[in-house]
């Protein structure tokens, strides 16, 4: 499984939330890739994309975060 959301230099952002989002929506276990190398912040975005999205953390290994939303829970809601 390749990762479908990447968290860039701005951080986590309102359009990676909502990437993510959609992604869950499309496919209920997701990978995403943070470009950062500060560990402490991939685990503060990992909660707050987990909470944002209503997903659950599934795992954190270095750079990959893997989410996981149940098909009957991921339905889109755009801010």
Request: glycine share 6%; charged share 25%; with cysteine.
């Amino acid at each position: 499984m390749k990762p479908v959301v990447m968290i860039g230099a701005q951080g986590l952002t309102e359009a990676v939330i909502r990437e993510t989002g959609v992604a869950l929506a499309a496919h209920e276990l997701i990978k995403v890739r943070v470009l950062g190398d500060d560990r402490a912040a991939r685990e503060a975005w990992f909660t707050e994309l987990c909470t944002a999205t209503d997903a659950a953390p599934v795992q954190h290994i270095g750079k990959l975060l893997l989410l996981y939303k149940p098909a009957e829970k991921a339905k889109i809601t755009l801010p």
